[in-house]
């Protein structure tokens, strides 16, 4: 399990919660993206490490093991958040059935946060709702909620999109066709000492990571 073999589908899951969003293929697929990019993220010795929506705990997890093992001097601190209070729980038992730990917040998106973590969070990971739905499903309680994505499927992304600025790296969904889209987003060293200027992530896109992985199905019936 050691080094550039090791497989994120080792990840055993010990809880689960039928109120519980659990992996498949679009988490499978935003590991898949931070292993791809491991190069980078290993150079880059991210310090602070975010995940808005953890679930399961399968993503959050996944990483803190891929920074460890190949950074074993790596101090980095891991945080996740979820509106769902059963996710935390989940989550906190596969962590520690790895043996690597987070911070778990019961918090909508960052909500709280934006003081503690302005500027200071390398990475961010976030596997949003996105699935066309009701605008009522939006963060109403039950699973539901983990992929109501409102009319036109973005009501959560546009929310977790300005709480991303400033972030080196950002994992978004496409709503077009249901496809996962990976976009890289880079924080200038410059624009470290420039709080006080207004900038756009637009402005920061380097490159996208892929630019549509494999259709990926509809997930209000498989979850």
């Known amino acids: 399990m050691e080094g550039i073999g090791w497989k994120t589908a080792q990840i055993r899951l010990v809880s689960s919660h039928p109120e519980v969003y659990e992996p498949c293929d679009d988490s499978f697929a935003l590991v898949d993206a931070l292993l791809a990019d491991r190069t980078n993220l290993l150079l880059h010795r991210p310090a602070i490490?975010?995940?808005v929506g953890c679930g399961s705990g399968y993503v959050i997890t996944s990483l803190a093991l891929m920074l460890?093992?190949?950074i074993p001097s790596s101090a980095a601190y891991f945080?996740?958040?979820?509106?769902?209070p059963h996710a935390l729980s989940v989550t906190g038992e596969t962590l520690a059935a790895h043996g690597v730990e987070a911070e778990?917040?019961?918090?909508d998106i960052a909500s709280g946060l934006e003081d503690r973590l302005a500027g200071k969070v390398d990475l961010m990971v976030v596997n949003p709702p996105y699935v066309p739905t009701p605008e009522d499903e939006v963060g109403a309680p039950g699973i539901a909620a983990a992929w109501a994505?409102?009319?036109n499927g973005r009501r959560v992304i546009d929310r977790i999109l300005p709480?991303?600025?400033r972030l080196l790296i950002v994992v978004q969904r496409s709503t077009e066709e249901e496809n996962l889209q990976i976009i890289k987003f880079w924080r200038d060293a410059d624009e470290e000492s420039a709080?006080?200027?207004?900038?756009?992530?637009?402005?920061?896109?380097?490159e996208s990571l892929a630019s549509h992985l494999p259709r990926l199905s509809s997930?209000?019936?498989t979850h």
Do not use: K, M, W, Y
């Open 219 to 221: 997930f209000r019936g």
């Open 163 to 165: 709480a991303a600025d």
């Open 104 to 107: 778990l917040l019961l918090a």
């Open 49 to 51: 490490c975010l995940e």
């Open 79 to 84: 945080l996740a958040t979820d509106i769902n």
């Open 68 to 70: 460890r093992r190949q």
């Open 195 to 206: 709080a006080s200027s207004p900038t756009t992530i637009a402005g920061r896109v380097i």
């Open 149 to 151: 994505g409102g009319e």
